[in-house]
């Protein structure tokens, strides 16, 4: 199943499986992240990278 | 902070009705449970997740300095138990990830586990990634328990654990996520169920909560699940996570559940100590401590079976896979066809059996001269963890991912276009955006309505490297359908994201032996 995910309150449709790293790179915001961005879920938690992301979940860069 | 325990034994008699009963039951309980109320109670959790063999310490993306590696994270484990009765936890996806694990199918990661006396470990699902058999074996060799609660049909499978420790009774219930299925390749989870989280841990719960002073659940379904899991199911004491990679600094409270997870990679390990007083009250302090490979805080039994499986996958990575009789080209990746693009691409066309395959050459890295191939060159070729994934686009979509590919030509992009099960032409002198002319798959001319299956990587599939087609494919998928026993949606019709793409590459030369891969003219450039 594709799910949908915000990326910074945008809705994102992704393939299964997919992680914070598909997210960014589909916003291309990949490289925010190298510039030492860093990406956190809807209760202020800090996400690496690779976590898993599910139906709904809403993730934020800054 | 103090806290409630939903388990409390002390709470469940107040359910007596008959005073007399209820006198002789407290009797009775009190001096089962003399342990919990004599006096307070102490118990460290120390727990990881996701660590995905991250066995060195490595420099993240966003950070400026190295964090983890295995025999720092055994150091301060070690450390930390020295104070305390303490549990170790894991939250799963332990064995699947970097090469240090891969490269022994999870093997080095049981071995330093158990090294580490964890206590328990819940799967994740990146632990069916090498096949069930694979699973099977390593949850043999573990010393401590591997549980799975909501996993119907994997019989080496614990749902749950008593362990003893502090003078208390903990109960660890094991979950994880029910995507399993959609998230690994279907022969891996073929045969098993994966039920309802929720559910099962009630259904767990009942069978514990008189048996136990306190219900921790390891859980590997993410944080938002955790928190919704805590809200829905009563009882729960503590949820260890995992799967969202989540860096929880300070426990999380809902209602009498704490959640905790510990990031990622061994980057960190989380440090919860719970007091529990007369059986009534629990007071908690929880953080996350980083992991640094500071000299002389590592662990040096752990340094040396890092050490060890280091050598045995330097010496993996030199074993003969087969044999090239032409040289393949990665060099040209970027601006033509070349046999190695090919080569790549036929496999993910093959493996996925999709009608075409378009990926970037970006992905290709070096090339591989004649002569023997050893493991280390597929790996030189295809450093990155990619994954297949094959999506049904149109042919106007099709013709699109074209012409975005050999939009940057001039300037070397990585989004030249390799491709299988199809062939273009295209003129570099046109302006950018219509430069393609014809394409057929399998000899016919595309037609823009039709729907061919696709097959990439997934970098491409969420619309890396500029290529919107896929994504957008993605977007419009709105119905299901079952490929595999697994569900997928419409427009996705492969996706295995516990394979690497350069595994799959190796097991392809693996069963040829020898290869030879050329150019046929898939690719026409045309004054």
């Known amino acids: 199943m594709t799910m949908k995910v915000f990326v910074n309150d945008k809705p994102v449709q992704l393939i299964p499986g997919a992680t914070v790293r598909h997210a960014l790179v589909r916003e291309g915001l990949l490289e925010a992240l190298e510039q030492g961005k860093k990406v956190y879920d809807e209760w202020g938690n800090e996400l690496g990278p690779d976590g898993a992301l599910s139906e709904g979940v809403k993730i934020f860069l800054r | 902070m103090t806290l409630s325990l939903a388990s409390d034994p002390m709470k469940r008699r107040t359910s007596a009705v008959f005073p007399l009963l209820f006198g002789l039951t407290l009797l009775f309980l009190s001096s089962l449970a003399c342990r919990t109320h004599a006096r307070s109670l102490d118990l460290r959790i120390l727990h990881v997740n996701d660590f995905h063999g991250f066995a060195e310490a490595y420099k993240p993306l966003d950070s400026r300095e190295p964090l983890g590696g295995l025999a720092y994270l055994a150091g301060r484990a070690t450390a930390l138990r020295r104070e305390k009765s303490t549990l170790l936890l894991a939250a799963g996806d332990m064995i699947q990830g970097n090469n240090w694990a891969n490269l022994s199918r999870g093997e080095s990661v049981i071995e330093a586990m158990n090294a580490m006396r964890f206590d328990a470990m819940a799967l994740g699902n990146h632990e069916f990634d090498f096949g069930k058999e694979e699973l099977k074996k390593r949850i043999t060799e573990a010393a401590f328990p591997v549980l799975g609660a909501n996993v119907k049909g994997l019989d080496h499978l614990k749902p749950y654990v008593i362990k003893e420790a502090g003078g208390l009774r903990v109960g660890i219930i094991g979950i994880v996520t029910e995507e399993t299925p959609v998230a690994t390749h279907p022969r891996n989870v073929s045969g098993l169920e994966f039920l309802p989280a929720a559910e099962t841990v009630e259904k767990r719960l009942r069978e514990l909560k008189n048996r136990v002073d306190l219900i921790v659940v390891l859980s590997h379904i993410g944080h938002a699940a955790d928190r919704a899991l805590a809200e829905r199911v009563k009882g729960i004491d503590l949820i260890v996570g995992g799967h969202s990679h989540t860096r929880i600094v300070k426990p999380v409270r809902i209602g009498d559940t704490l959640i905790v997870q510990a990031w990622e990679h061994g980057k960190a390990i989380g440090v919860l100590d719970l007091t529990i007083r007369d059986g009534k009250k629990v007071e908690y302090d929880g953080r996350l401590e980083e992991v640094k490979p500071d000299p002389g805080s590592e662990d040096r039994e752990m340094l040396a079976l890092v050490e060890k499986y280091r050598l045995k996958m330097d010496a993996l990575l030199n074993i003969r896979i087969g044999e090239t009789k032409t040289d393949l080209d990665g060099e040209n990746v970027r601006k033509k066809e070349t046999n190695l693009g090919n080569l790549v691409a036929d496999i993910l066309r093959q493996t996925s059996k999709a009608d075409a395959a378009i990926i970037n050459g970006g992905t290709i890295r070096t090339s591989i001269g ?87 990587n997934d970098f491409l599939a969420v619309g890396g490297d500029g290529y919107g087609s896929f994504a957008e494919a993605v977007k419009s998928s709105k119905t299901f359908s079952t490929v595999g026993g697994v569900l997928l949606a419409d427009k996705v019709i492969y996706s295995d994201s516990g394979r690497w793409l350069r595994d799959v590459v190796v097991e392809y030369i693996r069963e040829k032996g020898a290869i030879a891969p050329g150019t046929e003219r898939r690719i026409t450039e045309r004054p």
């Open chain 2, 370 to 456: 004649r002569g023997e191939i050893l493991l280390k060159d597929v790996y030189s070729v295809l450093p990155f963890d990619n994954y297949i994934v094959a999506i049904k686009l149109n042919g106007k979509a099709i013709a699109e991912a074209l012409e975005h590919g050999v939009s940057g030509i001039e300037e070397g992009e990585g989004r030249f276009p390799q491709v299988a099960g199809l062939t273009f032409a295209y003129s570099r002198s046109a302006p950018k955006g219509s430069r393609i002319g014809e394409i057929s798959i399998a000899g016919m001319p595309l037609n823009p309505e039709r729907e061919y299956a696709v097959a990439t």
